[in-house]
């Protein structure tokens, strides 16, 4: 007899561990299955040199004070029942955009950009202020939203080439699987999760939030295995009827939610299709570098600063191995609560999968070198952005897309998925659902708001 | 037999899980739910899966504006408890 259950989920992330808390509350049987040793998928952390490190994880989006109601994280505690304090979220202290001409300065409060808006662009604020607006009127959530490219829709509203590059650059970075410009419902999330409700990051970063996941999932029931690799996804004529684990074990479930990847799903998949989704094309490198001296005191009081050299922002797949011109520089020191008792610094790189693969497939001598190149051009960086170079380098790691697709097993490393989303949640194969990066929804908070809404849509209310 | 009493207490019991952050001690029975609690219809489904999982009640979707206020809500489950 095979072992049976309700739901299987494949992926312990932030959109596994959600759906899976949901299904559990409401009695479902469910097992999650994840392949890496420890959960958190795009979102997780390591140890190494005695240091605890965060992967992804620069700073949590939708930041919400106390005593506001309604926004995606306080909704999302609510179906969760996990208390918003109990995240312990500190605010950004502030972040720039630094574009060659000029640099905009951000924080949690909308009013502030407002007014550097006015400053800066004096000429566009009328239409800025319209924007927002549009903006604040728009319901990005509903699934049923046509895909139209947002820079043809800001474009109406602001004339200033310049001022729709250094809009956009936090948001592309922050989010977008498509090259230089994203659907209009992507575009307003990320607008709304950025700069009207901001940065904020859980003290103790990313495992904070892993842990209260994993504690509300384990007093719900839920169960996960882990070191499980789904190898096979056993449907029986367009129905799916189980999977098969680590190329042996079947498990039978009635439906699937899975959060590996659209393209990546697909290829488990027993069933020949004519559906192919197309892999993503952007990926990145990351520099995180231990000072003894913490920012503030070499200079920079910035939490983010989005640095980009060319009077456009390029976010596409670079011809070399990394983009040189551009980069997010992350100081997690500046938050309002500083965790470390060293400086720590964090440079990522927009890059190329293939040709970081290369590398590693023709010697790792020159992978590791090249990763050095990576390190040494993050020093630049920051250096272009402000800080101070009288500090001492306590340790330094450095990833690449292929670290990324190692752990992650996206396909090419793609950190935000494919081009190709899923935004309801459905596969041709009846019972098969999509939650996470390639249902649509980005970042820490729209991952858990994937798994929520797909448990919701597809397993709790089916069964009414 | 449940009286009415009992059945909207059953029923705050369950607001009350769902709208953590919302004093619901104050709710007023004729004014809809949604005026006065911060509830969207991510909340409703909860509050008809609570239903469910709690007292075994089945609330169809084309019944869901009887959960509208606390007084429909009391009318609408009421007989349903009671059965």
Redesign the interface.
């Known amino acids: 007899m095979n072992k049976m259950v309700d739901t299987i989920i494949i992926g312990a992330g932030m959109s596994g561990l959600a759906a899976g808390i949901r299904l559990s509350m409401?009695?479902k049987k469910i097992l999650i299955l994840e392949k890496h040793s420890i959960s958190g998928g795009l979102n997780s952390y390591y140890s190494r040199g005695k240091r605890k490190f965060d992967v992804g994880l620069h700073a949590l989006t939708n930041f919400v004070g106390p005593n506001q109601?309604?926004k995606p994280f306080?909704?999302l505690?609510?179906?969760l029942?996990i208390?918003?304090e109990e995240f312990k979220i500190h605010p950004q202290s502030h972040s720039l955009i630094q574009f060659p001409d000029q640099t905009l300065k951000f924080t949690n409060e909308i009013d502030f950009f407002i007014e550097e808006i006015r400053t800066h662009f004096p000429d566009e604020i009328d239409g800025f202020i319209s924007l927002l607006n549009h903006i604040k009127n728009f319901n990005e959530v509903d699934l049923s939203n046509e895909v139209i490219m947002a820079k043809i829709v800001v474009r109406n509203f602001i004339k200033s080439e310049a001022l729709v590059e250094m809009i956009f650059c936090p948001l592309l970075i922050y989010g977008s699987a498509w090259e230089n410009d994203m659907d209009f419902s992507q575009f307003v999330i990320m607008f709304k999760s950025i700069f009207l409700e901001g940065f904020g990051r859980p003290e103790g970063g990313v495992r904070t939030i892993i842990d209260l996941l994993l504690k509300r999932l384990d007093t719900c029931g839920g169960e996960i295995l882990f070191k499980t690799e789904v190898s096979r996804i056993i449907s029986k004529d367009g129905v799916v009827v189980g999977v098969e684990i680590n190329g042996s074990e079947i498990i039978e479930c009635n439906s699937i939610l899975s959060s590996m990847g659209l393209p990546e799903t697909m290829s488990v998949l027993d069933a020949q299709l004519d559906y192919s989704p197309r892999t993503g094309n952007l990926s990145f490198t990351e520099s995180i570098i231990i000072t003894d001296k913490k920012p503030k005191d070499l200079g920079i009081d910035a939490t983010i600063i989005f640095y980009n050299n060319r009077p456009t922002y390029l976010y596409q797949r670079p011809q070399t191995l990394f983009d040189h011109q551009s980069a997010v520089v992350c100081f997690p020191n500046n938050f309002l609560h500083d965790d470390f008792d060293e400086g720590v610094l964090r440079v990522t790189n927009i890059a190329n999968f293939e040709l970081w693969n290369q590398e590693l497939l023709l010697s790792k001598v020159g992978y590791n070198e090249k990763k050095l190149d990576v390190y040494n051009h993050g020093l630049s960086i920051l250096k272009n952005c402000g800080m101070s170079s009288n500090f001492e380098v306590k340790f330094k790691d450095i990833f690449t897309p292929t670290t990324v697709k190692k752990y992650t097993n996206h396909f090419n490393g793609a950190v935000y998925g494919s081009i190709d989303k899923s935004r309801n949640g459905t596969t041709p194969i009846a019972g098969l659902y999509i939650c996470g990066t390639d249902q649509g929804f980005l970042g820490i908070v729209g991952s858990m708001l994937s798994g929520?809404?797909m448990a919701?849509l597809h397993v709790?209310?089916s069964a009414? | 037999m449940l009286t009415n009493e009992e059945v909207r207490s059953k029923v705050l019991d369950i607001i009350a899980d769902i709208a953590l952050d919302d004093d619901v001690t104050g709710i007023k029975d004729e004014v809809s739910l949604r005026e006065q609690l911060d509830l969207d219809s991510m909340d409703f489904l909860d509050i008809v899966m609570e239903l469910k999982k709690r007292h075994k009640i089945e609330v169809p979707q084309e019944d869901y504006t009887r959960l509208a206020s606390m007084q429909s809500c009391v009318e609408y489950l009421a007989p349903k408890f009671n059965s």
């Open positions: 409401y009695n109601r309604g306080n909704k505690m609510k179906q029942r208390p918003y929520i809404s919701n709790l209310q009414l």
